[in-house]
């Protein structure tokens, strides 16, 4: 069984064998479920590296798993996985499920380096004009 799991740096596939002690619980794992994986990050073979993602040179061989939470019903209010514009009250509401999305992840990403730069330069013309009195 694969899984994948998604997290700031993106996606990664994390592969459980049906002999594993875990498959069974894993299976039971649903969209969108936070889980903590144990496991080894291993090289994928040749024929299954993925350049289409960041992570695709390696995965991740299952040891254990944690269910941290699970969504309350099985059918998502707001789908993560897609670009599908919800009007503000959903976005509002649901806003743990739209932080995962995407395009609002590429945003607060954004943001921070914006700010940390700002700062980054602030802090050095405070430090160069201190300098300078000194």
Do not use: W
């Not at 009007?87 to 395009?103: F, H, I, P, S, W």
């Not at 990403?109 to 700002?118: A, F, G, N, Y």
């Amino acid at each position: 069984m694969f899984l994948d799991l998604r997290d700031h740096y993106g996606l990664t596939q994390c592969v459980v064998h049906t002999g594993d002690a875990v498959f069974a619980e894993l299976e039971k794992v649903r969209l969108e479920n936070v889980i903590c994986i144990t496991g080894e990050v291993v090289a994928r073979t040749a024929e299954t590296v993925n350049k289409d993602l960041p992570t695709g040179e390696v995965e991740v061989k299952v040891k254990s798993f944690e269910l941290l939470c699970a969504p309350v019903s099985d059918m998502l209010p707001l789908q993560v996985n897609s670009d599908e514009p919800y009007g503000e009250e959903v976005r509002l509401k649901y806003r743990y499920l739209d932080l995962r999305r995407e395009a609002i992840h590429k945003n607060i990403v954004l943001r921070c380096d914006v700010v940390s730069s700002l700062r980054r330069r602030m802090m050095n013309r405070v430090s160069a004009s201190s300098r300078r009195r000194s």
